[in-house]
């Protein structure tokens, strides 16, 4: 199994709004990713956890908080975010560096 | 600087053409190539990764080589369903999480 689960997968927000989205693995793998990715670019990595813990962010605004709460779970809190923010955010896992991705959350800030 | 630059950026073939796409890196010391289709609003999906000149990998009509400096996607008589984006990745350190995207090559299969 290489399933990587994103919810929601879509999700309207306004820039005053708080929310979250959620990502789960089940493959066992020790290191977890939040990517960035803008229509007709490459994913922009965010964050990435490594053993539960936080061991790179990429210079990414505080309006973004990622959370990890235990190995198989991984979430991005979001807040007052800018229409520019909207974006497929993607999560994505792995264990010998080949990244498994999710499906993503298409997110829109009005 | 650590870069990878993919072409073509389009490529519109019959079906049944075969073709290749193109990743060319300038790293300090590749750990891994990485190859993954990726389809409009979805979450890139991986193929294959390579880690050394030389190597070779395939999975159905899809090949991917590996030399000092470039990597090929090599797809053999394709299909409308392998119509997709296409993007390459390198990781240059050990021990390094971080891959380096190129910017993708959107492929179209005409019936």
């Known amino acids: 199994d290489t399933e990587v689960t994103q919810t929601p997968k879509h999700l309207v927000m306004g820039m005053t709004n708080k929310k979250s989205l959620k990502c789960e693995q089940h493959?066992?793998?020790?290191?977890m990713y939040w990517y960035k990715q803008k229509a007709k670019k490459p994913p922009e990595l965010m964050f990435v956890?490594?053993?539960?813990?936080?061991?790179i962010n990429e210079s990414v605004p505080s309006r973004f908080s990622p959370e990890c709460p235990n190995s198989s779970l991984l979430n991005l809190h979001l807040h007052a975010l800018q229409p520019e923010d909207s974006a497929l955010y993607l999560c994505?896992?792995?264990?010998?560096?080949?990244?498994?991705f999710g499906s993503g959350t298409q997110l829109s800030v009005l | 600087e650590d870069q990878v630059t993919q072409s073509p950026e389009a490529l519109r073939l019959q079906e049944g053409e075969s073709s290749s796409l193109n990743c060319s890196y300038t790293?300090?010391?590749?750990?891994?190539l990485f190859w993954y289709r990726q389809d409009p609003g979805k979450g890139p999906e991986f193929l294959f990764t390579?880690?050394?000149a030389g190597e070779e990998k395939e999975k159905e009509r899809l090949k991917a080589t590996l030399t000092k400096k470039e990597s090929f996607l090599h797809i053999t008589a394709p299909k409308p369903e392998d119509s997709a984006t296409y993007l390459c990745?390198?990781?240059?350190?050990?021990?390094?999480?971080?891959?380096?995207f190129g910017t993708g090559t959107r492929l179209t299969i005409i019936p």
């Open positions: 994505a896992s792995s264990q010998d560096y080949s990244l498994f």
């Open positions: 493959m066992g793998h020790r290191a």
């Open positions: 956890y490594s053993y539960e813990k936080l061991s």
């Open positions: 790293v300090s010391g590749l750990r891994g």
């Open positions: 390579l880690y050394s």
């Open positions: 990745a390198v990781r240059v350190n050990f021990g390094n999480e971080k891959l380096t």
